[in-house]
């Protein structure tokens, strides 16, 4: 699944991936009104205006990007039907030709990891039968329980030639209250990427790991010595756009080929219409917002890209 | 919620929770035959199987025991149908009077950490409408993202007087890959165990504040420090019975009040049919044996606070 995630990046030029994560607000008020007017303000209601924004978007912007990036927790938080519209969406993606990244940051141990393993990545097994479930692509795993939290996720990606991006070093301001703790001198995160690196080494694609880690665009300098530690782990770098980062931030995360790095967008490409920069799109066109602002997002990270050879 | 925690073990003189992390393997044949019978070898079949062999573990348990703690990754590798026996699952707690801990180890940041405590502790609000989705009394929580994981989870646990349990040691062989490195001398848990007593500080019932940490019962030197760091917080303890933890081990996981502390197993009660111990039942009364099994983990863990007072 590297191989495909590397080759649509080379394809779109786009080392980009948006982030799926619909909240109720975002939702523009004709779809929620169409929704509420069919399964009334209940979480069948939320779960079919979340999944048709989604599908708009997905349809307006797939033709321009390698993957997306569903967070769970948006869909979880409205139960068993949320989550319904978390499945259709990871399915329609796939129909699409996109790349689909869980961002589900799973982790425990054991069969339990095994567990959210087969649901996320693999296949369960029911009597005479094996059956795929959520089926997403790649997973993001936390890594607080150690190597024992991992290894189930890493032998069904091995199996199912799927991947997984670890978190190493969180965009959020207070990541460093125990990511930056001092270890001999060293942050826990760079032991956290040596790790990685390490995990990854023996499920190599042909020039990249299926292992890979997430490292926020707000922290560009950990970034580039990150990228060092980690060779061949790709690096999945939320924070960009909303939470701050800008494409000049992120040259560092790519090694000189170019690639090793895939920058999210969530908010600032689902919710561009709320914008000034895409107002006048209109909530009606929100879905040709969130293009223009993929559209912008591309030429801010490959400008930079150009900038930095 | 912490109050109810403490009253029911003070009735039950039972500090123990009892794990409800079913595996298709520990289901007597008898009721995947039933259930494969009416829905097929199917996510539905093996959602049934769960849900049913859960209800007689319940049913033979439920008046021994003050909590549950349904493992979410066992359900959620059977995708949506495999939710929905969880869901059942904790709804069924909840009429028979159990206090239910989720065990979900969610953790993420901002407002994606606020719609997991949303599904799972809280209420959504949707149009003007509010719902409670998965509605557990507990959650567990990673903390490795730092305050901005955990604040969303603690507002909602205000709102709701729901509550926490933060992994700080967990029972894992390699939970010391990170949490023991050493920060001026001393592990990482350490310092997360900090965090657990100021995140719990202002979030105080009676005599404990409703955010707890989570400290493996295979690690009870660790326990002992951890207690002393975090007073007033509850220690959830897995790692008891089948991956190790003896009652004797664990009287320094409590307070010399008796409290502070509640001990998990999961496939040393559920699947106790499974042990010579309690073969002698037989698969069709392997509620029966999970009832003997509850029994004798209470006499084990009440005999070794007796003995140590």
């Given at each position: ?7 649509k ?16 607000s ?141 978190l ?20 826990l ?13 023996d499920c ?106």
């Amino acid at each position: 699944m590297i191989h495909t995630l590397i080759e649509k990046i080379q394809k779109t030029h786009a080392p980009i991936v948006v982030g799926l994560d619909p909240m109720l607000s975002y939702v523009p008020q004709h779809i929620l009104d169409k929704a509420f007017a069919e399964f009334g303000e209940t979480p069948e209601g939320a779960a079919e205006a979340i999944w048709k924004y989604n599908k708009g978007i997905i349809d307006a912007v797939y033709d321009l990007i390698p993957a997306v990036k569903p967070q769970i927790a948006m869909y979880e938080q409205f139960g068993i039907e949320g989550l319904k519209a978390f499945q259709k969406t990871v399915d329609y993606c796939h129909e699409k030709g996109l790349v689909v990244i869980g961002d589900v940051k799973r982790g425990d141990i054991g069969s339990t990891s095994a567990a959210y393993a087969t649901g996320h990545l693999g296949k369960v097994q029911i009597g005479s039968k094996a059956f795929s479930t959520f089926n997403e692509d790649f997973a993001t795993v936390n890594p607080y329980l150690g190597t024992d939290g991992i290894k189930p996720f890493v032998d069904v990606c091995k199996e199912e030639k799927k991947g997984l991006f670890i978190l190493v070093k969180t965009s959020n301001p207070s990541s460093g209250e125990f990511q930056d703790r001092l270890i001999d001198g060293r942050p826990l995160y760079e032991y956290v990427g040596e790790k990685v690196a390490q995990w990854g080494a023996d499920c190599m694609g042909d020039s990249y790991s299926y292992i890979g880690a997430v490292v926020g665009a707000t922290y560009p300098k950990q970034g580039e010595i990150l990228r060092k530690l980690m060779p061949k782990s790709f690096i999945l770098v939320p924070g960009y756009g909303a939470q701050g980062g800008k494409g000049a931030d992120l040259v560092h995360f790519f090694n000189d080929d170019g690639l090793g790095a895939i920058v999210n967008s969530s908010r600032g490409i689902i919710a561009a219409y709320k914008q000034e920069q895409y107002a006048s799109f209109g909530a009606l066109n929100y879905a040709d917002a969130s293009r223009q602002a993929v559209v912008d997002m591309i030429a801010d990270i490959d400008g930079a890209l150009q900038a930095a050879k």
